[in-house]
C-alpha cells in the first residue's frame, strides 16, 4: 500500500520527478566513473610487468623510464650503447636479460626490437607467461610476432605482410616499405600493452635503419645479417639469481662509469607514481561527491517545494484514515524510489559508456578497463548514497508529518 501511494504520488509530479532522477543518474554516473577507471587503472598499471627485477636506461626519472619501456608510453631521452649492455649483463647476479628498441610503429601501433629471450621471461600479472594463440616465436630477420589487439583490430593473421615505419605518430611519412615483415606469431590476450604491440627481431631494427642500398645487400647476405648487431636499444630488461642483490646490482649500473644510466624496481617506480597521481585521484573523487551531493540537495529541494503544493493530497489521505507516520514514510520512500532508480540508471549508463568505449581506451591509453562494476567498493557506494538520501529526505518528511499531525488534529 505504502509503496504504491508513493509510485503514484510521484507519476502525479512526473516531470519533476524524471528530471530530478536524472540528475542523480548522471552524478552517479561521474562518481562511480572516477572511482571504477581509477580502480582499473591501478589493476591495469600493476598486472603489466611481473618477475623483472630491474629495468636499464638511460639516466631520466624512473617513472619516464618506466612508462616508455613497458607501458609504451612516451619516449626514452636517450639510447643505451649496446656495448655498454653487454659489459653489464656478465654481471655475476644476472640470471637473464632482455634488450629493448623502440621508436617505430605499424598504424599507431609500437613496434618493439628484441630477442626471442623475451617471450620466454617476460611475464605479466602474477608472473603468467606469455602464450601464443598461433604461431610460434620469431626465426627469422623479418619474422613479427603481433598482440592480440593488434591481430583483432588491423585484421591480421600468419604469414600476412606488415610495413614498419619510423616515429610512433599514426600517420608517418618515412616507411620502411622496402623491408616487409611477415606475421609468424599472434600471442593470446593479456590486458596490457603487449596486445598493442608488434615484436621484431633486435637485428631486423638495425637493418632497416641503415641506408637503403646497404640494407638491401645485408637482406641478401644472411651470414652478414647474423653478425648485425644494434649499435644502441632503448632499455633492457634484467632477472636476477637473488631477491636480495637487486640493491647491489641497481647501485652498480647506477654508478656505470662508461655512460650515465638508470636502474629501477618496477614496483618502487610504480609507487612513486600512484604517490603522485594521488592528490589528483582525490581532487577528482571530491568533485564527483560534490556533484552528487548537489544533486541530492536539489531532490530534497525538490520535495521541500512539492510541500504546500500537496498540502490537498495530504488532506485526502488523513481524511481517509493515513497516520500522520504513514505521511512520513511515504516521502521518506519517494527520496529513496527516486535515488535507487537514479543510481541504477548511472550504473547503466555507464556501463554502457564502458562497453563502447573499452576499445578506444585501450588503443589510445594502453588502459583495460573492465565493464564489470560490481565490486564491494561499489556496493559501498550504493548503500552510502542511498543512506544519504534517506537522511536528506527527513526534511521534508518531518514537515510532511507536521502539517499532517495539525490536519489530523484540526479534523478532530
Same mark, same amino acid.
Not at 103 to 128: E, I, L, N, P, W
Not at 156 to 182: C, M, R, T, W
Not at 264 to 291: D, F, H, N, R, T
Not at 377 to 403: E, K, Q, V
Given at each position: 500500500?505504502?509503496?504504491?501511494?508513493?509510485?503514484?504520488?510521484?507519476?502525479?509530479?512526473?516531470?519533476?520527478?524524471?528530471?530530478?532522477? /536524472?540528475?542523480?543518474?548522471?552524478?552517479?554516473?561521474?562518481?562511480?566513473?572516477?572511482?571504477?577507471?581509477?580502480?582499473?587503472?591501478?589493476?591495469?598499471?600493476?598486472?603489466?610487468?611481473?618477475?623483472?627485477?630491474?629495468?636499464?636506461?638511460?639516466?631520466?626519472?624512473?617513472?619516464?623510464?618506466?612508462?616508455?619501456?613497458?607501458?609504451?608510453?612516451?619516449?626514452?631521452?636517450?639510447?643505451?650503447?649496446?656495448?655498454?649492455?653487454?659489459?653489464?649483463?656478465?654481471?655475476?647476479?644476472?640470471?637473464?636479460?632482455?634488450?629493448?628498441?623502440?621508436?617505430?610503429?605499424?598504424?599507431?601501433?609500437?613496434?618493439?626490437?628484441?630477442?626471442?629471450?623475451?617471450?620466454?621471461?617476460?611475464?605479466?600479472?602474477?608472473?603468467?607467461?606469455?602464450?601464443?594463440?598461433?604461431?610460434?616465436?620469431?626465426?627469422?630477420?623479418?619474422?613479427?610476432?603481433?598482440?592480440?589487439?593488434?591481430?583483432?583490430?588491423?585484421?591480421?593473421?600468419?604469414?600476412?605482410?606488415?610495413?614498419?615505419?619510423?616515429?610512433?605518430?599514426?600517420?608517418?611519412?618515412?616507411?620502411?616499405?622496402?623491408?616487409?615483415?611477415?606475421?609468424?606469431?599472434?600471442?593470446?590476450?593479456?590486458?596490457?600493452?603487449?596486445?598493442?604491440?608488434?615484436?621484431?627481431?633486435?637485428?631486423?631494427?638495425?637493418?632497416?635503419?641503415?641506408?637503403?642500398?646497404?640494407?638491401?645487400?645485408?637482406?641478401?647476405?644472411?651470414?652478414?645479417?647474423?653478425?648485425?648487431?644494434?649499435?644502441?636499444?632503448?632499455?633492457?630488461?634484467?632477472?636476477?639469481?637473488?631477491?636480495?642483490?637487486?640493491?647491489?646490482?641497481?647501485?652498480?649500473?647506477?654508478?656505470?662509469?662508461? +655512460?650515465?644510466?638508470?636502474?629501477?624496481?618496477?614496483?618502487?617506480?610504480?609507487? +612513486?607514481?600512484?604517490?603522485?597521481?594521488?592528490?589528483?585521484?582525490?581532487?577528482?573523487?571530491?568533485?564527483?561527491?560534490?556533484?552528487?551531493?548537489?544533486?541530492?540537495?536539489?531532490?530534497?529541494?525538490?520535495?521541500?517545494?512539492?510541500?504546500?503544493?500537496?498540502?490537498?493530497?495530504?488532506?485526502?489521505?488523513?481524511?481517509?484514515?493515513?497516520?500522520?507516520?504513514?505521511?512520513?514514510?511515504?516521502?521518506?520512500?519517494?527520496?529513496?524510489?527516486?535515488?535507487?532508480?537514479?543510481?541504477?540508471?548511472?550504473?547503466?549508463? /555507464?556501463?554502457?559508456?564502458?562497453?563502447?568505449?573499452?576499445?578506444?581506451?585501450?588503443?589510445?591509453?594502453?588502459?583495460?578497463?573492465?565493464?564489470?562494476?560490481?565490486?564491494?567498493?561499489?556496493?559501498?557506494?550504493?548503500?552510502?548514497?542511498?543512506?544519504?538520501?534517506?537522511? /536528506?529526505?527527513?526534511?521534508?518528511?518531518?514537515?510532511?508529518?507536521?502539517?499532517?499531525?495539525?490536519?489530523?488534529?484540526?479534523?478532530?
Amino acid at each position: 500500500m505504502l509503496f504504491k501511494v508513493a509510485l503514484a504520488s510521484l507519476l502525479n509530479r512526473k516531470l519533476t520527478a524524471l528530471l530530478t532522477t /536524472l540528475t542523480i543518474a548522471v552524478s552517479v554516473f561521474v562518481l562511480l566513473g572516477v572511482e571504477h577507471i581509477r580502480v582499473e587503472a591501478r589493476q591495469s598499471f600493476s598486472k603489466t610487468v611481473s618477475g623483472v627485477d630491474l629495468i636499464v636506461g638511460a639516466r631520466t626519472g624512473q617513472i619516464n623510464l618506466l612508462l616508455y619501456s613497458v607501458f609504451h608510453i612516451g619516449s626514452a631521452t636517450n639510447n643505451v650503447a649496446w656495448s655498454s649492455y653487454q659489459k653489464l649483463v656478465q654481471h655475476p647476479q644476472v640470471a637473464w636479460h632482455v634488450p629493448v628498441s623502440l621508436g617505430d610503429s605499424h598504424k599507431g601501433y609500437r613496434v618493439m626490437g628484441t630477442s626471442d629471450d623475451y617471450f620466454k621471461y617476460f611475464k605479466y600479472a602474477k608472473k603468467q607467461s606469455l602464450e601464443f594463440a598461433k604461431g610460434q616465436v620469431f626465426d627469422d630477420v623479418y619474422d613479427a610476432v603481433i598482440g592480440a589487439e593488434v591481430a583483432n583490430k588491423l585484421g591480421y593473421q600468419l604469414n600476412d605482410d606488415i610495413e614498419v615505419s619510423h616515429g610512433v605518430a599514426k600517420i608517418s611519412f618515412k616507411k620502411h616499405d622496402d623491408h616487409p615483415f611477415k606475421v609468424v606469431g599472434i600471442l593470446k590476450p593479456t590486458g596490457t600493452p603487449v596486445d598493442q604491440s608488434i615484436m621484431v627481431n633486435l637485428k631486423a631494427i638495425e637493418v632497416i635503419h641503415q641506408e637503403k642500398t646497404h640494407a638491401q645487400d645485408q637482406h641478401a647476405d644472411h651470414e652478414d645479417e647474423d653478425r648485425l648487431v644494434p649499435k644502441f636499444i632503448s632499455a633492457f630488461m634484467l632477472g636476477l639469481k637473488s631477491r636480495a642483490a637487486t640493491f647491489i646490482v641497481q647501485r652498480d649500473i647506477n654508478n656505470f662509469s662508461d +655512460e650515465a644510466l638508470l636502474a629501477i624496481i618496477p614496483g618502487v617506480a610504480l609507487s +612513486e607514481l600512484w604517490q603522485m597521481m594521488g592528490v589528483l585521484e582525490k581532487i577528482l573523487a571530491l568533485i564527483a561527491m560534490l556533484v552528487l551531493v548537489a544533486s541530492l540537495l536539489g531532490m530534497i529541494t525538490m520535495l521541500l517545494a512539492s510541500m504546500k503544493e500537496r498540502s490537498r493530497e495530504i488532506a485526502v489521505l488523513r481524511a481517509i484514515g493515513a497516520h500522520a507516520s504513514f505521511i512520513f514514510l511515504m516521502v521518506e520512500l519517494e527520496a529513496l524510489l527516486m535515488t535507487l532508480t537514479g543510481v541504477v540508471l548511472g550504473s547503466v549508463l /555507464l556501463t554502457v559508456t564502458l562497453l563502447l568505449s573499452q576499445g578506444w581506451i585501450s588503443s589510445e591509453y594502453g588502459l583495460f578497463i573492465d565493464v564489470n562494476l560490481f565490486s564491494e567498493t561499489a556496493l559501498y557506494y550504493f548503500s552510502g548514497i542511498l543512506i544519504m538520501a534517506g537522511l /536528506l529526505a527527513l526534511i521534508p518528511a518531518l514537515m510532511a508529518y507536521r502539517s499532517s499531525l495539525a490536519r489530523g488534529l484540526a479534523a478532530k
